[in-house]
C-alpha cells in the first residue's frame, strides 16, 4: 500500500494516515511511505490524502514518543516513516515495547534524533551573514547565509534564528528549504543554488584578520577541533581558509610567547580631572563628550567605535535615559537611531511627545557586544560598567537640568536611582532622586523588539501608555 505525504516533514499527514492504518490493521510490511514536494505556506496545517476516517479513535502512546517523532521526521532517511509507523504498530501490539530500552527500532530512532538535533546545534554555529544591498535602505541591508544541513531542519530552526536576529533583515538559503525574515514574518520557499549565495562583503577581511590575532596557538587541539567543526562545514567558514596555515604555524608562534618576557600593564591615556568645566560655562556639554571620548574606566571603551553621548536641547522638559548605545548608535555616534530608537520615536509621536523638545542620553556610553561570526551582539553591560560611566551621567544631568527624567529600562533605572529597580512591577511610576529631580520607570523599546511578533502590539500600547503619563 503506497502512502503519499504531502512533504518531507509532514508529521501531521503522517500521523493522521497512520491512525488510519492502525486502524485497518494494516501491518508495516504492506505500507510504503513517499512525501511530495514542499508548499509555499509558512507552517501551514498540510492536509494528507483523504480516506474513510478510521473505525476507532486510535491508541495511546507515551508523550515521549510523540516528541521523538517531531525530531525523527526531521531526519533525511527515506525510511523514518517506515520506522516510527513500526513503532506506532509495535507499542500498539507489544505494550512491554514502551519498557524496553535495548529494542533494536527504538534505539534507531533515537539515534536518528539524536543526528538531526546535532545538525540543528550545527546550524546555530556556522551560519555565516554577508551584507548584500537589495535595492532598499542602504543603512538597512539584507544579510543572507548560505548553509548546507544534512537533515530537514530548516523549517524547524527559523523560529530560533527569528529570535536571536529579530531587530535585522536576513535570508539564509539552503539547497532543501531557504528562509528569510522581514523584521514581522517569516517567509519560506523552495530550495536555492549555491551559485546564489552571496560573494564576500567588506566585513569579511576584518572578520578574518579578528579571528587571526585572537588565535591562540598554545590551546591549539586539532581533533578535538574537528571534532566540533567537521570539515564538511569548512567550506561555508569564511575563517577556515585560515585553519591550516596558522596550524602550521603554531609551534613556532607558542615558542615566540613562551620567550617573550612578561609586560608591565600601562594605561594608555592619564587620568584626568574628576569634573569638568563650571555648569554655567557655555562650553559645559561639549567639554563633557569630549572628556567622554577619552573614558577608559572600564574594558568597554576599548572596543567600541567611539563613545556615544547625548543630544537635544538644554534645560528641557524631559529627558530620556537608555541603557547603552546599539551597534548602529555605535557606528553613527548618535543614541537612539537603530531598531529600537526607530520603535522610540513612533512610540513618542503616539503619546504626543516631540523627541526634538527632550534630551535623550544612556547611562552607560560605549556599546558592549559579543561577536557572532561577523555580526556584533549586544551584551547586558555589568554594575561596575555601569558605575563607572555614572560620573558622566550625573555631570550631564546637572548641565542639561530637566525637568524630569525617564528611565528606559533596568541599568537606567538603577544609574538613575541608585538602586536596583523592578521594572516589570515599578513601571508608570515616579520616583525621586536625592537631587529632587522625578524620575519615572518604564521598559526600554528594545525588550518589546525581543518579543515574539504577536506579543509586541500589546507591548508597544503598554510603553506607549507609560510615556502619556508624562504629559
Request: net charge positive.
Given at each position: 500500500m503506497l502512502v503519499r505525504l504531502a512533504n518531507e516533514t509532514d508529521l501531521a499527514g503522517f500521523r493522521q494516515e497512520a491512525r488510519k492504518l492502525l486502524a485497518r490493521r494494516v501491518p508495516p510490511d504492506e505500507v510504503h511511505w513517499s512525501a511530495g514536494p514542499y508548499h509555499d505556506d509558512l507552517f501551514g496545517g498540510t492536509q494528507a490524502p483523504a480516506g474513510e476516517p478510521p473505525p476507532d479513535g486510535g491508541i495511546n502512546v507515551p508523550p515521549a514518543f510523540l516528541e521523538l517523532c517531531h525530531t525523527v521526521v526531521l531526519h533525511s532517511a527515506p525510511q523514518r516513516f517506515a520506522l516510527l509507523y513500526r513503532l506506532l504498530w509495535r507499542l500498539a501490539h507489544e505494550p512491554s515495547l514502551r519498557h524496553d530500552p535495548l529494542d533494536a527500532d527504538m534505539l534507531q530512532a533515537r539515534e536518528m534524533a539524536k543526528s538531526v538535533q546535532r545538525d540543528i546545534h550545527k546550524m546555530h554555529a556556522f551560519v555565516r551573514f554577508r551584507q548584500v544591498q537589495d535595492g532598499q535602505d542602504p543603512l538597512d541591508p539584507l544579510h543572507v547565509a548560505w548553509f548546507e544541513p544534512d537533515h530537514y531542519i530548516v523549517e524547524a530552526n527559523a523560529p530560533w534564528f527569528r529570535r536571536r536576529f529579530a531587530n535585522m533583515r536576513w535570508a539564509i538559503l539552503t539547497p532543501q528549504r531557504c528562509v528569510e525574515w522581514d523584521r514581522k514574518e517569516l517567509h519560506l520557499r523552495a530550495g536555492a543554488q549555491r551559485s546564489e549565495a552571496p560573494p564576500p562583503d567588506a566585513g569579511e577581511q576584518l572578520w578574518l584578520t579578528y579571528?587571526?590575532?585572537?588565535?591562540?596557538?598554545?590551546?591549539?587541539?586539532?581533533?578535538?577541533?574537528?571534532?566540533?567543526?567537521?570539515?564538511?562545514?569548512?567550506?561555508?567558514?569564511?575563517?577556515?581558509?585560515?585553519?591550516?596555515?596558522?596550524?602550521?604555524?603554531?609551534?613556532?608562534?607558542?615558542?615566540?610567547?613562551?620567550?617573550?618576557?612578561?609586560?608591565?600593564?600601562?594605561?594608555?591615556?592619564?587620568?584626568?580631572?574628576?569634573?569638568?568645566?563650571?555648569?554655567?560655562?557655555?562650553?559645559?556639554?561639549?567639554?563633557?563628550?569630549?572628556?567622554?571620548?577619552?573614558?577608559?574606566?572600564?574594558?568597554?571603551?576599548?572596543?567600541?567605535?567611539?563613545?556615544?553621548?547625548?543630544?537635544?536641547?538644554?534645560?528641557?522638559?524631559?529627558?530620556?535615559?537608555?541603557?547603552?548605545?546599539?551597534?548602529?548608535?555605535?557606528?553613527?555616534?548618535?543614541?537612539?537611531?537603530?531598531?529600537?530608537?526607530?520603535?522610540?520615536?513612533?512610540?513618542?509621536?503616539?503619546?504626543?511627545?516631540?523627541?526634538?523638545?527632550?534630551?535623550?542620553?544612556?547611562?552607560?556610553?560605549?556599546?558592549?557586544?559579543?561577536?557572532?561570526?561577523?555580526?556584533?551582539?549586544?551584551?547586558?553591560?555589568?554594575?561596575?560598567?555601569?558605575?563607572?560611566?555614572?560620573?558622566?551621567?550625573?555631570?550631564?544631568?546637572?548641565?542639561?537640568?530637566?525637568?524630569?527624567?525617564?528611565?528606559?529600562?533596568?541599568?537606567?533605572?538603577?544609574?538613575?536611582?541608585?538602586?536596583?529597580?523592578?521594572?516589570?512591577?515599578?513601571?508608570?511610576?515616579?520616583?525621586?532622586?536625592?537631587?529632587?529631580?522625578?524620575?519615572?520607570?518604564?521598559?526600554?523599546?528594545?525588550?518589546?523588539?525581543?518579543?515574539?511578533?504577536?506579543?509586541?502590539?500589546?507591548?508597544?500600547?503598554?510603553?506607549?501608555?507609560?510615556?502619556?503619563?508624562?504629559?
Amino acid at each position: 500500500m503506497l502512502v503519499r505525504l504531502a512533504n518531507e516533514t509532514d508529521l501531521a499527514g503522517f500521523r493522521q494516515e497512520a491512525r488510519k492504518l492502525l486502524a485497518r490493521r494494516v501491518p508495516p510490511d504492506e505500507v510504503h511511505w513517499s512525501a511530495g514536494p514542499y508548499h509555499d505556506d509558512l507552517f501551514g496545517g498540510t492536509q494528507a490524502p483523504a480516506g474513510e476516517p478510521p473505525p476507532d479513535g486510535g491508541i495511546n502512546v507515551p508523550p515521549a514518543f510523540l516528541e521523538l517523532c517531531h525530531t525523527v521526521v526531521l531526519h533525511s532517511a527515506p525510511q523514518r516513516f517506515a520506522l516510527l509507523y513500526r513503532l506506532l504498530w509495535r507499542l500498539a501490539h507489544e505494550p512491554s515495547l514502551r519498557h524496553d530500552p535495548l529494542d533494536a527500532d527504538m534505539l534507531q530512532a533515537r539515534e536518528m534524533a539524536k543526528s538531526v538535533q546535532r545538525d540543528i546545534h550545527k546550524m546555530h554555529a556556522f551560519v555565516r551573514f554577508r551584507q548584500v544591498q537589495d535595492g532598499q535602505d542602504p543603512l538597512d541591508p539584507l544579510h543572507v547565509a548560505w548553509f548546507e544541513p544534512d537533515h530537514y531542519i530548516v523549517e524547524a530552526n527559523a523560529p530560533w534564528f527569528r529570535r536571536r536576529f529579530a531587530n535585522m533583515r536576513w535570508a539564509i538559503l539552503t539547497p532543501q528549504r531557504c528562509v528569510e525574515w522581514d523584521r514581522k514574518e517569516l517567509h519560506l520557499r523552495a530550495g536555492a543554488q549555491r551559485s546564489e549565495a552571496p560573494p564576500p562583503d567588506a566585513g569579511e577581511q576584518l572578520w578574518l584578520t579578528y579571528y587571526e590575532n585572537i588565535f591562540n596557538p598554545a590551546r591549539l587541539k586539532l581533533k578535538m577541533m574537528q571534532k566540533e567543526m567537521p570539515r564538511k562545514y569548512w567550506r561555508n567558514l569564511p575563517e577556515a581558509q585560515l585553519i591550516s596555515p596558522l596550524a602550521a604555524q603554531a609551534q613556532e608562534r607558542s615558542g615566540v610567547m613562551i620567550e617573550q618576557p612578561p609586560t608591565a600593564t600601562l594605561r594608555r591615556i592619564p587620568r584626568f580631572p574628576d569634573r569638568p568645566p563650571a555648569i554655567g560655562h557655555p562650553d559645559a556639554l561639549a567639554a563633557l563628550n569630549a572628556r567622554t571620548q577619552q573614558c577608559r574606566e572600564c574594558p568597554i571603551g576599548a572596543c567600541a567605535t567611539q563613545a556615544v553621548c547625548g543630544e537635544g536641547p538644554l534645560k528641557p522638559a524631559l529627558m530620556f535615559v537608555g541603557e547603552q548605545p546599539g551597534d548602529q548608535e555605535d557606528l553613527r555616534g548618535r543614541p537612539f537611531v537603530g531598531p529600537a530608537g526607530q520603535l522610540f520615536e513612533r512610540a513618542l509621536s503616539q503619546a504626543g511627545v516631540a523627541r526634538d523638545t527632550a534630551y535623550v542620553t544612556n547611562a552607560v556610553r560605549h556599546f558592549k557586544f559579543e561577536l557572532r561570526g561577523k555580526r556584533r551582539i549586544h551584551k547586558t553591560p555589568s554594575q561596575e560598567e555601569a558605575l563607572a560611566c555614572r560620573r558622566w551621567l550625573d555631570d550631564e544631568i546637572g548641565i542639561v537640568q530637566p525637568r524630569a527624567l525617564v528611565a528606559l529600562g533596568a541599568t537606567a533605572a538603577r544609574s538613575l536611582l541608585g538602586r536596583a529597580v523592578a521594572v516589570l512591577s515599578e513601571r508608570g511610576q515616579w520616583f525621586d532622586r536625592a537631587d529632587g529631580v522625578r524620575v519615572l520607570v518604564t521598559v526600554h523599546p528594545s525588550s518589546v523588539l525581543r518579543m515574539d511578533p504577536a506579543q509586541q502590539p500589546q507591548a508597544f500600547a503598554a510603553f506607549v501608555g507609560d510615556l502619556r503619563k508624562l504629559l
